[in-house]
Every structure is written in structure tokens, then in C-alpha cells.
């Protein structure tokens, strides 16, 4: 099994081959959570970054049933916790009625009271909440995060996020230029979304400037 993974872990997170090789790993030593978790990490992945609608359906599917084998050996890792959270999110995120809300959200705090100083737990856990609309609840653990790690970038980039979802374009602007300010840790794929979202921010704002003039004609 090892044999098997160590060449898919070289292969980029997202490509078909980890996921081949990982699945095999995963075949060979189900016992073993590790080759289970890296194989849900990369359909995850593949996931949120493929084009293909029907793809994406399929890799949640799968990633889904991954987690729940290894979170059913390892029920006190938090983040394997989280990330089943994080995949039930998405799934609810293209079809509410696949998953209960409830759900997901004793997920995410099940990972949280398992891990509460882990800043992958927390992201989690505040992206999953994002992909769902429900933003207060992902403000509350960027929050978290932020005052845990306050250099790092990608919870300001939540609060963010959350501020633009909410209408707020000012805030979502000046927050996310904080997040500018401070380290990405090698998240580039996270920080090329930010600047999306600080320029649709900006767009918001003009746009509030426009619709400001008109109404006072």
C-alpha cells in the first residue's frame, strides 16, 4: 500500500492519478485512515476545481463515502471529521434535500470541540458554512480562527466573503484588503479568489454609486 501512495502523493492533489493510486492504497490497507483521508482530500479537490457538473457530483459521492469509512475507524480526528463536514456542505450547497443541515453543522462542531485550536478544523468548517449561504455561522468561526492565528490570511478572506454575501460591499472590500496584508501560506489557489472577491466588491460599490446618483436626479 505504501508502495502504491508514495507516487500518487507526488502527482498534484487534484489529478486522476493520486486519486488511482490513492483508491488502490486505500484497497489494499483499508484499515489504514491515512490512505482513505489523502484519497477524500483529492476527490474533494478535484471536486472544486473540475468543470464537469455530472464529474463534480461523482467525486462528492465517492469522497463522501471515503470519509465516512474512515471517520467510522477514527472518530476522534477532528479534521477527518471536518472534512466529511466539509463534503456533506457542498453536497447540500447543489441539492438541500441531500443532506440534513443539522447534520453538517454537528459535523462541523463535533470537529471543532475534537480539535479546537486546528486552523484546517476551522476552515473547514467556516468555507463549509460559505457554501452554504450561512454566513453568520461561518463568521463566527473565522472570527475564531482569526484571533488564533491572526497572520494568517484565509479567515479574513472569510469574513470577507461573508461581508460581499451579505450585501456589505464596503466591508468586504476593507476586509479583504487586510487579508492581503497577511500570510497565505502557500493557499495561492485561496488568494486568487480573493482578489476575485475584492474586485466584485469594488464592482458592488460602484455599482451602489451609480444607483446613489440616479436616485438623487
Known sequence: AETTATPALRAPVAS?????GLRHAAALAPWDTRYATELGRSLLARAFTGADPSRRALDLAEARATFERAARMAPEDGELQALLARTLAALFAADPNAVSSARIRAGFDRAIAL???NANVLEL?????LEMGLTADARAVALR?????P???LPMADLGVAALLEGRAQAAADTL???FRRNWHGEESAAMAAKSNYVAALREMRLGEV????KRR
Open 125 to 129: 468548517a467556516a468555507q463549509g458554512y
Open 151 to 153: 497572520d494568517f490570511a
Open 115 to 117: 480539535e479546537p485550536r
Open 145 to 149: 480562527c482569526a484571533g488564533l492565528f
Open 16 to 20: 486522476p492519478e493520486r486519486a488511482t
Open 177 to 179: 484588503t487586510l487579508a
Open 211 to 214: 444607483l446613489s446618483k440616479e
